[in-house]
């Protein structure tokens, strides 16, 4: 699968889908792309209040909630819910599908005719559901990269931060797609960045990591585990990373050198390194961001200066359109 799409579903189909009654879902469109492809749920603000009470999702008032002793609850609306594989479209134009739709996508033919009195209606099937224990924003994902990573020339690249704007910001269209998507993990790690030491060794010749890098390097393995709630890019997934650390400015620098670091106009040539940086947070995030770090194939890193040092970290795992040969 090459590309991803997200898609605005009412809290009332959410539910359905999530336990397992809905296996199509109706849509006037389809995307232009080939299936199988991976669809992200977004449960939308119209409708019932969409919750997940003890793992299982219902929309309902809050007042018809029976909650039992150390019930857990959440609210679902505004956030990507889960996700699942479309394997098959099928296209119904003269009504050939309409009793199969009614059946799988728990819509009747009066309502089916309806939706679309003058149309083609698209039923997308779903396969290999996910329903999420915590669900995503709209903000954890962004668009994919339309220029091949040519960050120059990208409107989408801010000239101020130096970094990709392509993230997601409202929902798509209600019976719109929006194709795609990648997901993106967004992790600070605050304090002057640290780069990765060189190996100490005991007496007996065994190496070790100087203490300096492991305490740094399991600081940024927590902070991540926080930003992830649990997610990881399994192993056949691609992943790219941007790292840009902040150096502090020095206390003895002048008004005018502190104007000129803060603009950019002086950049930190100094330790640590940049590729230490990057070898001490990928070090801290193996296992945990990714199964395995040979799974990278794309890596980023700046160093500029900041009041307020720190080191930003943004995983996204590659989702791009791929031009069939002709």
């Known amino acids: 699968m090459s590309k991803a799409v997200l898609i605005s579903i009412r809290p009332k189909w959410c539910a359905k889908i999530a336990n397992g009654e809905k296996t199509i879902e109706i849509r006037k469109t389809r995307p232009q792309i080939k ?38 609850v959440s609210e679902l609306n505004g ?26 996508a ?74 795609g998507i990648a997901v993106t993990i967004t992790v600070t790690i605050p304090g002057e960045p640290v780069g990765k030491g060189r190996p100490k060794f005991t007496k007996a010749g065994t190496a070790y990591t100087p203490p300096k890098t ?21 192993r056949h997934i691609p992943v790219t990373v ?7 400015i020095p206390q003895s620098d002048s008004k005018r050198q502190r104007e000129r670091k803060l603009s950019g106009a002086i950049l930190p040539c100094k330790k640590p390194d940049v590729d230490n940086v990057v070898k001490a947070v990928l070090d801290a995030i193996n296992g945990i961001a990714y199964e395995d770090d040979a799974q990278v194939v794309c890596i980023s890193a700046s160093k500029v200066y900041s009041e307020r040092p720190r080191v930003e970290m943004r995983v996204s795992d590659v989702v791009r359109e791929v031009k069939e040969k002709t």
């Not at 296209?91 to 309409?98: A, L, R």
């Open 35 to 72: 299936t199988p492809f991976k669809c992200y749920i977004y449960c939308t603000n119209n409708g019932d209040t969409l919750y997940s009470v003890n793992g299982k999702v219902q929309p309902c008032n809050s007042f018809e909630i029976d909650l039992k002793e150390n019930s857990r």
């Open 79 to 104: 956030y990507v819910i889960g996700e699942f594989v479309c394997d098959e479209i099928m296209t119904d134009s003269h009504g050939e599908h309409d009793v199969y739709f009614e059946h799988h």
């Open 106 to 179: 728990c819509v009747t033919v009066e309502e089916q005719r309806e939706y679309a009195p003058d149309g083609t209606i698209y039923g997308w099937h779903i396969s290999e559901l996910k329903v999420y224990n915590n669900p995503l924003t709209l903000s954890d994902f962004q668009r994919a990269c339309v220029h091949s990573e040519d960050c120059g020339t990208c409107k989408r690249r801010s000239k101020k931060e130096y970094a990709c704007i392509a993230g997601i910001t409202r929902p798509p269209a209600k019976l719109d797609v929006c194709g």
């Open 214 to 234: 492991r305490v740094y390097e399991n600081k940024v393995a927590f902070l991540y585990k926080m930003a992830a709630k649990g997610r990881k890019f399994q």
């Open 242 to 248: 941007e790292i840009r650390a902040y150096y502090g």
